[in-house]
Nanobody, 126 residues
Framework: QVQLVESGGGLVQAGGSLRLSCAAS????????MGWFRQAPGKEREIVAA????????YYADSVRGRFTISRDNAKMTVYLQMNTLKADDTAVYYC???????????????????WGQGTQVTVSS
């Protein structure tokens, strides 16, 4: 079992920055692929970024590549999402998710993730 708690969301003006954190509890955090997803009202949940167990592989959605950075600290059992140059279209509830994996890789589909946080709201005003 892994419990995930997100923090760092809030209201920011377009062009601003936020850093989301996701603290994990449980066992063997380093065996989990970690992902950030988001869901805007009336839209499906979508992948934002993902990172492999030992942070040597990352994935970014086209809409955030070059603006967002995912990272992890296995010693602190925490994954981060640094969001820069925020746009109104980035407004959504952001979820942290964990996917158990035996090999180094990333996963991009929500159905592949085993554990989810409760979400944190990010609102970007234009």
């Amino acid at each position: 079992q892994v419990q995930l708690v997100e923090s760092g969301g809030g209201l920011v003006q377009a062009g601003g920055s936020l850093r989301l954190s996701c603290a994990a509890s449980g066992r063997t955090f380093s065996t989990y692929i970690m992902g950030w997803f988001r869901q805007a009202p009336g839209k499906e949940r979508e992948i934002v970024a993902a990172i492999s167990r030992s942070d040597d592989i990352t994935y970014y959605a086209d809409s955030v590549r070059g603006r967002f950075t995912i990272s992890r600290d296995n010693a602190k059992m925490t994954v981060y999402l640094q969001m820069n140059t925020l746009k109104a279209d980035d407004t959504a509830v952001y979820y942290c998710a964990a996917s158990y994996a035996l090999v180094t890789r990333v996963r991009t589909r929500a159905a592949e993730y085993d554990y989810w946080g409760q979400g944190t709201q990010v609102t970007v005003s234009s």
